[in-house]
């Protein structure tokens, strides 16, 4: 046999593709980022995983409700808001945000979700922030940044850290 066949192949430590082994952290974003390619709304594609002890507990995508129509199949209808800094938001009225889909599949299946993290694909909005808090999410990891000094406030107040997790090539 030859010396170096525990290097390569499939019983090597990297199953012999020469690529470093995902950590958690980034094994969980990339699930994410796969689950965002399932959104409809075409404002944006956002994808949550809720997990506890490196298990996923739920999942989501941001879209319309069940069996409603989705925005590319309609389209969106956009709405705007002032933030009490003077910045105005738009945001589309049909859709659901990934994570508030993914809390409401575990409210659906009874699964409970207290202490758990979560991994969305962006940072979340303050509206899905207030949730995140009261449903027992401990930490926020998130890929992308979105208006997070509209959170920084509350996320100071209430104690839930934001991390940042940045995955290539998904
Ligand atoms: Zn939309
Ligand atoms: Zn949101």
Redesign the pocket.
Known sequence: MPEDSQKSGCCAPDGGSGEKRLGWREYFMSVAHLISRRATCTRGHIGAVIVRDNNILSTGYNGAPSGLPHCNETNCRIYRSVHPDGTVEENCVNTI????NAIAQAAKHGVSIKDADIYITAS??????KVLINVGIRNIYYDKPYKIEHISELLRLSGIKLVRVHVENI
């Open positions: 945000h990934a994570e508030i979340p909005c303050i509206h899905c922030l």
